[in-house]
Each structure stands twice: as structure tokens, then as C-alpha cells.
């Protein structure tokens, strides 16, 4: 029995299962990881051009000739024939020198690396927003906690207000001021569990899977400064590391590149070639066959084509110094992001020990004016705005919780530190116990529907 029940209840998942669903299911990883096999296969197809290249054609034709003559003092000829034709030509060559078409395979390299930064960005940021999705749901989930347990107190003060009233201790004037209360607490309790809906689907629209309920963070989480405790530290790694400032970076190896290709416009190219043809038919007036072969080496050199080399020149130029500002802006937003993620960590640290600290005291608080209340020196007014303090002091604590700990992951995703290593360090800090639970409404099969992206697409061969 005991054994059936461990079987019956449903394991939560924690925040790493996520992220490994999240990095196999994600349609934008996914489709970098796409495009990467493409861009890597442009590789070969430029590489293509500089080896050998053989070519075959024949034919076979049917001909009919009719010939009518005359001559003066001669009598007209007429002639009609028909007969089949046959041809056969292989063609191979061979590039010996051909500038162009060798660096467009360096062109072909330095975009398989930047496209590699790129994939390393995408998955990165998938592991960012399911962070913060699975932390966005927690946050909502203890808010929805504060503002149940407001309503409920509320509700309590409704309850005594109302029986007071009835025996004639209070005016109707508090019972009005305890309904509104009341009243706003219950839709402040509908806005989170909407909340907390879209918080669910958010994560399943990362991760292509739903999950009914999921682990949640530990109350003791250290709360510390980032670790090294220098921003420029940060700026440094962030420069060393972000796959966006290094795909930028490739990017301009890329232009470069192909100011090398245009630029080789004006060389020539070298060719080793070798011919062979045969052709037969069965003409009465034709025996045997002919055939003839030829091997040799080809050279052309463009001397002028209308100014196209010069002018494709100047364009790959300012690509390349187009490329270059893109570069350099994307460092400058790098050292901008990751000063404000530092100084955002930081000021978290000392937020989230004043929001626990206004727990503390907003209860002290709520407790005297209810003792207040009780011997007269207080009204009900001053009562619910001091339950009301208390629950948005829990609710804001809760938010700066888990500010932190989306704005430490931001952080190093900033720096191009973030990986699974890092998703697993945090997965440490959550707790089994007191799992998250969400279901979602019944939709009548029009949701499982509408999230139904279909199979995953076949490589034609």
C-alpha cells in the first residue's frame, strides 16, 4: 500500500530537469542549431569550386536529309537519306590558382565561428528566460500566498466587524471600511492566480512541455555579493567571454574576409583541363568513327569588366567598417549591461534584508495597532491599512528574493558564463517540500490543440 501511494504522487520537477527539457525542445535553439549545420555546410560548397570537376554529355539524334539539284544541260538529282547520329564528351578540370574562390572558403570559415558565437548566445538565453520563467512562477506563487492569507485575515475582520455592528459596539461606517478592504484583497487573490497561470504557460511555451507542479526555493538562500566582488572583473570576463561580443567580433573577420575576396577580382585563375569526345552514326555514306581527345592548361585574366571589381572593392570596404562600429557598439552595451546587473546584485543584497527586516517590524506594527483597536484608541481603519502593509512587506519580499536570483543569472549570462554548471548550482537551493502545484483550466482539447507544434522536421537527404 505504501508503496502504491510513493507510486501515485507526482514528482515535482526542479529547475535543471527545465532546463535540459528547455535546451532539447526549444524551437529558437533549435533552429540556431539549424542554421549552424547550414552555415557549415557552406564550407564545402565553396570548397567544391577548387576541386576537380568532371562533366559528361552525350547525344543521340535522328536525321533525315533530302536534297534536290539541277544543273543547266543536266537533268535534276534527288537525293534522300536518313540515318542516326551518336556523340559522346568528357570534360575534366582542375583548379590550379584561383584567388577568388579560395578565400571564399575563408569567408565560409569565419562565418561557421561567428555562427557558433550565435548559437552559444541562443542557448544562453534560453537558460536566462527559463530561469527567470521557473523563478517567475515562484514569485508568484508565494505572492498569491500573501495575498490568499490577506484575504482571509481580511475576511476575519469582515466577520468581527460585522457582529459588532450587529450588537450595536461599532457604526456601519467600519463595516463598509472592512467590506472594501475585503473586497480589494479578493481581486488583489484573482490578479496573482492569473498570475500565476501565465507564469505556467510562459514556461511551457520555453520548454514545449507542461508541468503540473515544480520545487521551490529554500527559505535560508545565501544572499551575497557576486563572487569576484569587482565590476570590472565582470566587464573583463563579459569581454572575454560574451557570445555576442564575440560573434560581433567574427563578424568583422567575416567582412574582412570578403574585402579579400573582392579585392582577388583582379587576380587570374589557373585551369588544368582534359577533353575527350567521340560521334559515330550509321550513314551509309560515312564508315567508322570519330573521336579526338586534348589535355592542357587554361588561363584568364580579367583585365577590365566594367568596374565591377573596384566597385565590389568599396562595398566589402564599408561592410567592414560598418562591421567594425557594430562590434564596438555591442562591447559598449556588454560593459553597460554588466555594470548595471552589478549594481543591481548588490543593491538586491541589502534589499532583501530590508524587506525581511519590514516583515519584522510591519508585524509589530499590526500587532500593536490590533492591541490598540481592542482597548479603543484605535479604529478598524487603522487595523486593515496595517494587515494591508504587512502582506504587501511579504509579497515584496518575495519579489526581492527572487530579483536576486534572476539578476545574479543575468549577470553571468552578461559575463558569457552561464551553462548548465551554473543552472545546477542554483538547482541546489530548491527544496521538495511544499512543491508549487498548478493545473490548468480545462480547455475542451482547443489548448492541447493550439500547442501542438507538430513533429519535429525531417533532413531530406
Not at 3 to 18: S, V
Amino acid at each position: 500500500m505504501v508503496a502504491a501511494m510513493l507510486a501515485g504522487q507526482a514528482q515535482a520537477a526542479d529547475l535543471l530537469a527545465i532546463t535540459r527539457d528547455a535546451l532539447d525542445n526549444n524551437s529558437e535553439l533549435a533552429s540556431a542549431r539549424a542554421t549552424a549545420n547550414s552555415v557549415e555546410e557552406g564550407r564545402s560548397v565553396e570548397r567544391a569550386d577548387l576541386l576537380p570537376q568532371v562533366n559528361a554529355s552525350g547525344e543521340v539524334a535522328y536525321n533525315h536529309i533530302f536534297e534536290s539539284q539541277s544543273q543547266a544541260g543536266f537533268s535534276g538529282t534527288n537525293g534522300d537519306d536518313s540515318y542516326a547520329s551518336y556523340g559522346l564528351n568528357l570534360q575534366a578540370t582542375q583548379a590550379l590558382y584561383d584567388a577568388v574562390n579560395s578565400r571564399e572558403v575563408g569567408v565560409a570559415e569565419r562565418r561557421i565561428d561567428q555562427q557558433t558565437y550565435v548559437q552559444a548566445s541562443t542557448e544562453q538565453q534560453v537558460l536566462i528566460d527559463t530561469a527567470s520563467a521557473y523563478f517567475d512562477i515562484l514569485r508568484a506563487y508565494e505572492i498569491l500566498e500573501a495575498r490568499q492569507a490577506q484575504e482571509r485575515a481580511i475576511g476575519r475582520q469582515l466577520e468581527q466587524a460585522q457582529e459588532q455592528f450587529d450588537v450595536g459596539l461599532i457604526a456601519i461606517t467600519e463595516v463598509e471600511e472592512a467590506r472594501a478592504s475585503f473586497d480589494q484583497s479578493r481581486a488583489d487573490r484573482i490578479a496573482a492566480e492569473s498570475d500565476l497561470q501565465v507564469a505556467f504557460e510562459s514556461l511551457e511555451r520555453l520548454t514545449g512541455k507542461r508541468y503540473d507542479s515544480i520545487e521551490r526555493l529554500q527559505e535560508d538562500l545565501p544572499i551575497s555579493l557576486p563572487e569576484p566582488a569587482s565590476r570590472d572583473a565582470w566587464i573583463d570576463m563579459a569581454l572575454e567571454s560574451n557570445p555576442e561580443v564575440l560573434a560581433e567580433q567574427a563578424g568583422v573577420e567575416v567582412a574582412r574576409e570578403e574585402v579579400s575576396v573582392a579585392r582577388a577580382g583582379h587576380l587570374p585563375q589557373v585551369n588544368a583541363f582534359a577533353n575527350y569526345a567521340y560521334s559515330d552514326s550509321d550513314n551509309d555514306a560515312v564508315t567508322n568513327y570519330d573521336s579526338n581527345s586534348q589535355v592542357g592548361i587554361s588561363a584568364s585574366v580579367p583585365i577590365y569588366v566594367g568596374g565591377r571589381t573596384s566597385a565590389s572593392i568599396r562595398q566589402s570596404t564599408y561592410s567592414l567598417e560598418a562591421s567594425q562600429y557594430d562590434f564596438e557598439s555591442q562591447r559598449r552595451e556588454a560593459i553597460l549591461q554588466v555594470r548595471s546587473l552589478y549594481t543591481q546584485v548588490s543593491n538586491d543584497v541589502s534589499t532583501v534584508a530590508a524587506r525581511k527586516q519590514a516583515i519584522v517590524s510591519n508585524q509589530s506594527a499590526l500587532d500593536a495597532t490590533r492591541a490598540g483597536y481592542e482597548v479603543g484608541t484605535r479604529n478598524i481603519v487603522d487595523v486593515l491599512n496595517a494587515e494591508q502593509s504587512l502582506y504587501d512587506a511579504i509579497a515584496d519580499h518575495a519579489d526581492a528574493r527572487y530579483d536576486y536570483v534572476v539578476d545574479l543569472l543575468s549577470l553571468r549570462r552578461q559575463a558569457g558564463l552561464l551553462d548548465e554548471n551554473a543552472i545546477a548550482e542554483v538547482n541546489g537551493y530548491l527544496v521538495g517540500e511544499g512543491q508549487v502545484n498548478f493545473t490548468l483550466p480545462e480547455q475542451g482539447g482547443t489548448y492541447e490543440a493550439a500547442t501542438d507544434i507538430g513533429e519535429r522536421p525531417q533532413l531530406q537527404q
